[in-house]
């Protein structure tokens, strides 16, 4: 397997627009950020699994075969009591999006119920922070993340803060910094930056998750691309030119995109590493990010390899 990814999946209640009347108008889209990853590298031709809890419902059934369907190992996904997860995506004029949720099964994923031997057998595992917010699936997350860093895989990790999740900031910040140790590669947003690190400029706050021991740190910048801190150097990657529908999923398969082509390299898919072929690899993962931003919902809105391709060369 190259990338397991564990944590949240659930429905995306979406904001499609208004009708005549006013009332704003949603549509039931998958989504979850650890679940989107798994999707965007899944297309972008990695073999992904993913590790989680859904509801016995309808919902839930469907978020099962929207993996299948994307060539994604369901076998980790466990049903549970509870109901699926549920998130109200609303998106201003701007296509910026805002979130309110309301929580289920995903919070209860129990370290038990993880497939370890999903974990270990793959190049990279990947989790986010929301499954850091409860008790269970905190729990698990970090249980699988201390298995993989202790197998020699590398872990990634994005640090998604979403206020409505958490009682406080500083509580938000403290857990999302815990798994640091474990972390090798990790995306993050400009504005979650300060949080992991009490630097708010790219440089500073880059370098302290480098002397942390984050071998690979990328920050999100929008339409104007990303930074990235490499073995010591620092960057900018330009972004894509695109009319945006909307952003939702945008980071998701940018990273997606990027373990993606990591995993190409081998078992070992940091090793020898250079700039010019990571540049690359974020070039490719700024392309792949701009489709999706050009359509509506996170998981429908993803490319496929091909189209990426196409969009690369004109």
Not at 28 to 43: D, F, L, Q, S
Not at 59 to 78: E, K, M, P, T
Not at 115 to 126: F, G, Q
């Amino acid at each position: 397997m190259d990338v397991t990814a564990i944590g949240e999946i659930l429905i995306d209640l979406t904001q499609t627009g208004v009708n005549e009347a006013g009332v704003p108008q949603f549509s039931a889209n998958p989504g979850g950020a650890p679940a989107n990853v798994a999707v965007a590298a899944a297309r972008l031709g990695a073999r992904t699994a993913f590790l989680g809890k859904v509801g016995n419902d309808r919902f839930g059934a469907y978020l099962r075969q929207v993996l299948a369907d994307n060539g994604v190992d369901s076998r980790g996904l466990r049903t549970g009591d509870l109901h699926t997860t549920m998130a109200v995506v609303t998106v201003d004029e701007d296509g910026e999006r805002s979130f309110r949720f309301v929580r289920g099964a995903d919070r209860d994923l129990a370290p038990e119920s993880v497939d370890e031997d999903a974990v270990l057998r793959s190049k990279i595992l990947h989790f986010g922070s929301v499954s850091l917010t409860a008790g269970l699936s905190r729990n698990a997350t970090i249980f699988a993340a201390r298995a993989a860093h202790r197998r020699g895989g590398l872990v990634s990790y994005d640090p998604n803060y979403r206020p409505a999740l958490w009682g406080s900031q500083a509580e938000a910040a403290e857990w999302m910094t815990i798994p640091l140790p474990l972390v090798d590669i990790l995306k993050a947003s400009e504005e979650e930056l300060p949080l992991l690190t009490g630097a708010a400029g790219l440089e500073e706050g880059t370098r302290i998750l480098e002397e942390r021991g984050v071998s690979l740190v990328m920050v999100t910048l929008g339409g104007d691309g990303c930074f990235c801190r490499w073995r010591g150097e620092t960057w900018r990657q330009p972004g894509v030119p695109v009319r945006v529908a909307d952003t939702n999923g945008a980071g998701d398969t940018f990273l997606g995109a990027v373990l993606s082509r990591l995993c190409r390299r081998g078992e070992k898919p940091l090793e020898g590493l250079t700039r010019a072929e990571l540049s690359e690899i974020l070039a490719f993962a700024n392309q792949a990010a701009a489709l999706t931003c050009s359509r509506s919902g996170a998981i429908p809105a993803m490319p496929a390899l091909a189209e990426v391709e196409k969009y690369k060369n004109g």
